[in-house]
């Protein structure tokens, strides 16, 4: 084991415990301890970082720092679901559920030539 420091996305330097690869794989337990104690472990090889093993803490405080992915198209979803819920939409589904089977094609021949 060695100290090792890693580049933090502050841009603060960052000191870790560092292990070679051929440690990790003789003394897994102790390199997993090391992670639960300390947070975040390195393994080197060749004296090259090629891995770290974090913590359940670490690794779950890293995923609360991600933006959530489907946040900006819940947003557009909720915009088009209260969109929905006007009178003029909810009385256009009613007349779209009340709709015989030939107004139905009349209107779908009628928005086919429009394009739309």
Not at 8 to 13: A, D, E, F, L, V
Not at 25 to 37: E, H, P, Q, T
Request: without cysteine.
């Amino acid at each position: 084991m060695t100290a090792l420091t890693l580049n933090h996305p502050s841009g603060r330097p960052l000191e870790v415990e560092a292990f070679s690869a051929t440690d990790a794989k003789k003394s897994f337990g102790a390199i997993l301890n090391a992670a639960i104690a300390h947070g975040i472990v390195a393994i080197t090889r060749q004296n090259q970082t090629r891995a770290v093993i974090l913590s359940l803490e670490e690794y779950e405080a890293l995923l609360r720092r991600l933006p959530d992915p489907l946040a900006q198209l819940r947003g557009e979803f909720d915009e088009l679901v209260a969109a929905m819920q006007t009178p003029r939409a909810r009385k256009a589904v009613d007349t779209l559920f009340r709709a015989t089977s030939k107004q139905l094609g009349r209107a779908a021949v009628k928005g086919a030539a429009r394009g739309g």
